[in-house]
């Protein structure tokens, strides 16, 4: 009875581990901290595994676009519609996984400045000696915005030797977070996922950018329900409070 059991075990486990599967999942920053936090609790509770493809929202969808296989897309909504009507990921399947806007963050520790209106905000860009945010050119969106705002206000050449950008603006925070640098603009997802840094607040209302982000299935994935079972786990009650926690909207 007793080898019998241990038999039936030992198939039951290697059933499981021919079925297990290794999803490849395009990830941007904004959500990349608790989305490799729940694609941990799915791989334990599944038996299936994940790859992350790390960068900017822009950056993602980019290698998406030039042909990079996958399984899961994470981008903005806007361009997970691009890559929709391009046929790179699957428009039925996509979900939404909230919205995020831009806050503003120094190291733990440092005088906090008022940017609670436009004109404090002006004020603390002006005073700061050194700032931070995801280098445009990279295609992350809170950094397009920020230098939008920076033109707006009229502050952009006078900022402009102070400005020290990055590929994303988790790395950048690393530099505020050792003092390297005074000022970070970024995703407010990203700058509660640094322990190291304090929020200083988002940007004022006016001033403010809310992004939203959504999950879809790319074309290309091998085992489609895997990939529908691994989204499905980033929009349920308990994945989308965990959103809530970390400054998203979430309807």
């Known amino acids: 009875m007793i080898r019998r059991c241990v038999v039936a075990c030992l198939a039951a486990c290697l059933s499981f581990s021919a079925a297990a599967a290794e999803l490849v999942v395009f990830c941007p920053g904004a959500v990349q901290s608790l989305v490799t936090s729940l694609a941990g609790e799915f791989s334990k509770s599944t038996g299936h595994t994940v790859k992350f493809v790390y960068g900017t929202a822009g950056s993602v969808a980019k290698k998406v676009s030039d042909g990079e296989a996958g399984d899961v897309v994470i981008s903005t909504n806007e361009l997970l519609a691009n890559l929709a009507k391009a046929g790179k990921v699957a428009a039925p399947s996509i979900r939404a996984l909230g919205s995020m806007g831009v806050g503003v963050t120094t190291r733990k520790g440092n005088p906090?400045?008022?940017?609670?209106?436009?004109?404090?905000?002006?004020?603390?860009?002006?005073?700061?000696?050194?700032?931070?945010?995801?280098?445009?050119?990279?295609?992350?969106?809170?950094?397009?915005?920020?230098?939008?705002?920076?033109?707006?206000?009229?502050?952009a050449q006078e900022l402009k030797p102070r400005l020290q950008l990055r590929p994303g603006a988790p790395e950048a925070f690393k530099e505020v977070a050792r003092g390297e640098i005074d000022i970070g603009l970024g995703q407010i997802s990203?700058?509660?996922?640094?322990?190291?840094?304090?929020?200083?607040g988002p940007?004022?209302?006016?001033?403010?950018?809310?992004?939203?982000?959504?999950?879809?299935?790319?074309?290309?994935?091998?085992?489609?329900?895997?990939?529908?079972?691994?989204?499905?786990?980033?929009?349920?009650?308990?994945?989308?409070?965990?959103?809530?926690a970390v400054g998203f909207e979430v309807k």
Not at 121 to 136: E, G, H, N, Q, V
Not at 190 to 200: F, R, S, Y
Not at 228 to 238: E, S
């Open 112 to 155: 906090v400045p008022d940017v609670s209106t436009v004109p404090a905000f002006k004020s603390a860009m002006l005073a700061a000696r050194s700032i931070t945010f995801a280098d445009p050119k990279f295609g992350g969106q809170s950094g397009i915005h920020v230098a939008k705002v920076f033109e707006e206000l009229g502050i």
């Open 190 to 200: 990203e700058i509660l996922a640094n322990k190291d840094i304090v929020m200083i």
């Open 203 to 244: 940007l004022p209302a006016a001033i403010q950018s809310s992004v939203a982000f959504s999950a879809a299935a790319h074309t290309s994935a091998a085992q489609p329900d895997v990939v529908q079972a691994f989204i499905a786990y980033l929009v349920t009650p308990a994945a989308q409070e965990k959103f809530r």
